[in-house]
């Protein structure tokens, strides 16, 4: 069976903020004949706002609730633009594996983009089913001659071909493409989900990950590419 989150969230959900500030949302135009939903991430475009994308720089925040397209008249929309905000946010696209074989160390699997040793280092990988079913461990290396990932800290059980699990991060490059805690430069697949398989890119990615919840394939993010960042 194929990796299924029991919760999704609905964008882009405020859960926090670093510094401990409310935010109840400031007022700013929207592009005419734009549709927002609640959670949508938002950019500034000419002066109005717009919905965010892959690569998206100068964030302006997220849409604090939905509104409906107008083509003529002025509408305005409230958006949670603190740049300190914490957000949860559902991921796409995780590598989804089953394993050959394994030890209380290792996985043996056929990974995506596995040229070369320690490819998918320090990446996040989450077992949603079988054997050591709901742990998640930090990948140490990676041997590209056997399909075997390596983890520091021990699994109850040996891993077997019952162990089934997900991997975040493209992991073409040991420790630049894997995703995890404190990852800087994660990107959005569009403006309400995260691309849990994209190459990290600390210029153009917005994001930069808090925590990740594997059972859900939730990430906590905050925005490091904010419009208001400078201020």
Do not use: W
Not at 22 to 51: I, R
Not at 89 to 112: E, P, R, W
Not at 135 to 159: G, I, K, M, W
């Amino acid at each position: 069976m194929a990796f299924s989150a029991s919760r999704t969230t609905q964008g882009f959900e405020l859960v926090g903020n670093l510094l401990g500030i409310p935010d109840n949302g400031t007022a700013y135009e929207m592009t005419p004949s734009l549709a927002v939903k609640k959670g949508d991430m938002l950019v500034m475009t000419n002066g109005k706002v717009a919905l965010a994308a892959a690569k998206a720089t100068n964030v302006l925040g997220v849409a604090a609730e939905t509104k409906t397209a107008h083509a003529t008249t002025r509408t305005d929309i409230l958006v949670y633009d603190n740049p300190f905000n914490l957000y949860d946010c559902s991921c796409s696209d995780m590598q989804d594996k089953t394993c050959t074989g394994g030890t209380t160390t290792t996985l043996v699997a056929q990974m995506d983009n596995h040229d070369t040793d320690d490819d998918h280092k320090g990446g996040f990988l989450y077992i949603y089913e079988g054997t050591n079913k709901g742990h998640s461990r930090t990948v140490s290396a990676y041997t590209h001659a056997n399909d075997t990932l390596t983890v520091a800290e021990p699994f109850p059980q040996a891993c077997d071909t019952t162990t089934k699990f997900i991997f975040f991060g493209e992991g073409d490059e040991a420790g630049a493409s894997v995703i995890n805690v404190g990852t800087v430069g994660v990107d959005l697949k569009d403006e309400n989900t995260i691309d849990a398989n994209a190459a990290v890119d600390n210029v153009d990615g917005p994001l930069a990950c808090l925590g990740i919840d594997g059972a859900n394939a939730i990430m906590r993010v905050i925005i490091i590419k904010h419009l208001y960042n400078s201020r």
